[in-house]
């Protein structure tokens, strides 16, 4: 269990940076500070599950991103807006009239999550468009009394749940509503013309919705609200009210706002990168859009959602992994696939997931990721080492037995230490196609100095998160890649002439590195990289408005041990250039 504070994250990289659009805040709502603790009660398979689907779900799924022809690029359910197709009201309410998902299959979906390893299932209820998937007495603009259909997709789901275990719970946009007059970005008048204010849709829909949806569908898991924005806190007080009197065991997710969640939810589509203290969750999506869009086949490998996952547990949180069915219901075949492959690997290795705490380095490793129960380390070795060693930096606790798992079998593992590493010896081969686990149970509490170690075998990146820096500025940079896709980076920028970003890292093979820089700039920079106390070189390399990765060239580390790199600025503009990442590789 872990019964840390929370800390304000989301304040924290407020403070650091401001999204580029608009602040965090209004966003995705404040952090929350709560024991852990206090939350047992509430959300223990958000706590111990680690790993739960969401469904985007919606009209908007219909469109699929296209809208007389034309494909709109982004997040589906952001279709309506002005900045996606700009549908007007009545528009978008006449897509109602066509929806007839006859493909949905509550049993089917549930079954997918729970092959999939998922713990519950969080449904969108209602998003920022104002329908309701649910049978809504509050508003009729809801599937059953606007729809051919007329069915409640939602008591089958949540029945279907329970059938397979699984817990159940409601996506609810709280704030946005853009089709009831009111609503933040909705109709500012209603029917008759007469101005409409946030009041008259708080009491007359949402208010009632969320009685609706935690009184009529047995017990929730989650109240996930999205994007309180600037709604007051008394508004959102009356909600947590309602939650708390019809369910007093689900949480609220940290985008209630005001700090009233009772769980920090991180920015949309945010895998941290350094351990992340209390009770957290990332959202993240198995394509590009939350809703189903029908040009984006990019999915996710089984792989690549292990590697998520994996980094979400042991960074210390929870995560939540999004499919969004086409209109007509179905689940799009190649996010099914990739959740089946994924979860029959969590089926053999359930212990690397459930229940398992952050790890002690804090961070990745350059071949996998580690997770911890009570004394034991789980590797998951997602870059199989070609040499047939694999190298742990900085275990300080002493190890009684390390074995390769194979499902349930496993074979013991030589070890042997060397200036503070740690030295496993493996087979050529990856016993796992995918990710290959090794057990340390270890004599006592795990103890790491999670310094950064250089990789003998494999190329090693350190993210700018990792830096101290002096003279120029490190933060978050947030974007969007196409609209509602959102991407960040930790990045150091605005150099000034003396500035350094130096990173601590332990070296075990002395000799030659190969040193690679990934920014962003513009024009011919010019790049320095200093050994402290030892090597300096310099470099010109071309730059781009992408990251992107340049080598700058060889520096030595003459013999093991602990070293500064410090990376400086020395030409170009200092306006512009962003650092991402430092990267070492063996030069052999
Ligand atoms: O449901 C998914 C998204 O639809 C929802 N959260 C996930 C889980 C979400 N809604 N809003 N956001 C995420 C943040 C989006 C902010 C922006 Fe904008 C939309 C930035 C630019 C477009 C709104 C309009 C804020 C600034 C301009």
């Known amino acids: 269990m872990k019964n840390k504070l929370t800390i304000g994250i989301l304040s924290a990289l407020i403070l650091q940076g401001m999204a580029a659009e608009q602040g965090m805040n209004e966003m995705w709502g404040e952090s929350t500070v709560k024991l852990r603790a206090e939350n047992a009660a509430r959300g223990q398979l958000f706590d111990e599950g680690n790993y739960a689907m969401f469904i985007h779900w919606g009209l908007y799924s219909q469109l699929g991103n296209k809208v007389d022809g034309k494909t709109y690029y982004g997040i589906g359910e952001w279709i309506m807006n002005p900045r996606m197709a700009g549908i007007p009201v009545e528009e978008y309410k006449n897509l109602a009239k066509t929806f007839n998902p006859k493909k949905f299959d509550a049993k089917?979906?549930?079954?997918?999550?729970?092959?999939?390893?998922?713990?519950?299932?969080?449904?969108?209820?209602?998003?920022h468009e104002g329908f309701a998937m649910y049978h809504s007495k509050a508003c009729d603009f809801n599937v059953v009394d606007a729809t051919p259909w007329a069915k409640d997709p939602m008591h089958e789901l949540a029945e279907a749940c329970r059938a397979e275990g699984l817990g159940f719970g409601f996506y609810y946009s709280h704030n946005q509503d853009w089709t009831f007059p009111g609503g933040n970005r909705g109709p500012t008048t209603d029917e008759k013309g007469n101005p409409a204010t946030f009041d008259d849709y708080f009491v007359k829909k949402c208010?009632?919705?969320?009685?609706?949806?935690?009184?009529?569908?047995?017990?929730?898991?989650?109240?996930?609200?999205?994007?309180?924005?600037?709604?007051?806190?008394?508004?959102?007080?009356?909600?947590?009210?309602?939650?708390?009197?019809?369910?007093?065991?689900?949480?609220?997710?940290?985008?209630?706002?005001?700090?009233?969640?009772?769980?920090?939810?991180?920015?949309?589509?945010?895998?941290?990168?350094?351990?992340?203290?209390?009770?957290?969750?990332?959202?993240?999506?198995?394509?590009?859009?939350?809703?189903?869009?029908?040009?984006?086949?990019?999915w996710k490998t089984p792989k690549e959602i292990l590697r998520r996952l994996i980094a979400c547990v042991g960074r210390g949180g929870t995560y939540m992994l999004n499919i969004g069915p086409r209109g007509d219901g179905s689940v799009p075949e190649r996010a099914?696939?990739?959740?089946?492959?994924?979860?029959?690997?969590?089926?053999?290795?359930?212990?690397?997931?459930?229940?398992?705490?952050?790890?002690?380095?804090?961070?990745?490793?350059?071949?996998?990721?580690?997770t911890v129960k009570g004394n034991r380390l789980y590797l998951s070795v997602f870059e199989w080492p070609a040499g047939g060693k694999l190298y742990l930096p900085?275990?300080?606790?002493?190890?009684?037995?390390?074995?390769?798992?194979?499902?349930?079998?496993?074979?013991?593992?030589?070890?042997?230490?060397?200036?503070?590493?740690?030295?496993?010896?493996?087979?050529?081969?990856?016993?796992?196609?995918?990710?290959?686990?090794?057990?340390?149970?270890?004599?006592?509490?795990?103890?790491?100095?999670?310094?950064?170690g250089v990789d003998p075998d494999i190329g090693t990146e350190i993210l700018a998160d990792f830096a101290s820096v002096a003279g120029a500025e490190l933060s978050q940079k947030r974007w969007m890649e196409k609209f509602g896709e959102w991407k960040?980076?930790?990045?150091?920028?605005?150099?000034?002439?003396?500035?350094?970003?130096?990173?601590?890292?332990?070296?075990?093979?002395?000799?030659?590195?190969?040193?690679?820089?990934?920014?962003?700039?513009?024009?011919?920079?010019?790049?320095?990289?200093?050994?402290?106390?030892?090597?300096?070189?310099?470099n010109q390399q071309n730059s781009s408005h992408n990251y992107q990765e340049f080598p700058i060239g060889w520096i030595n580390f003459p013999e093991p041990g602990t070293y500064a790199v410090a990376v400086s600025f020395l030409e170009g503009d200092p306006a512009l250039a962003s650092l991402k990442s430092i990267h070492f590789a063996p030069a052999r």
């Open 108 to 127: 089917a979906i549930a079954k997918l999550a729970k092959d999939a390893g998922m713990k519950y299932i969080i449904i969108t209820s209602k998003h």
């Open 207 to 298: 208010l009632p919705q969320v009685e609706e949806i935690t009184s009529n569908y047995g017990p929730i898991e989650i109240v996930w609200f999205d994007t309180p924005g600037n709604m007051p806190k008394k508004y959102v007080q009356q909600l947590v009210d309602v939650v708390r009197k019809n369910q007093p065991n689900a949480l609220v997710s940290g985008r209630a706002g005001h700090g009233l969640g009772d769980y920090q939810s991180l920015g949309d589509m945010e895998v941290p990168h350094k351990n992340v203290d209390g009770m957290w969750e990332s959202v993240d999506t198995t394509n590009d859009s939350w809703a189903y869009a029908w040009y984006d086949e990019y």
């Open 336 to 370: 099914a696939r990739s959740l089946e492959e994924s979860g029959a690997w969590i089926r053999r290795y359930p212990q690397v997931v459930y229940a398992a705490d952050a790890s002690p380095w804090e961070h990745a490793l350059p071949w996998g990721d580690v």
């Open 394 to 452: 900085g275990l300080k606790t002493k190890i009684a037995s390390a074995k390769l798992l194979l499902g349930e079998k496993s074979s013991a593992v030589p070890y042997e230490s060397a200036h503070g590493w740690t030295i496993l010896g493996l087979p050529p081969v990856a016993p796992e196609k995918l990710v290959s686990v090794i057990e340390i149970e270890l004599a006592g509490e795990p103890e790491v100095v999670p310094t950064f």
């Open 488 to 538: 960040s980076v930790h990045h150091v920028h605005d150099w000034t002439a003396d500035a350094k970003a130096t990173f601590e890292v332990s070296v075990l093979e002395p000799g030659d590195y190969i040193v690679s820089l990934t920014y962003a700039g513009e024009g011919r920079l010019v790049w320095g990289v200093d050994v402290v106390g030892g090597e300096h070189i310099q």
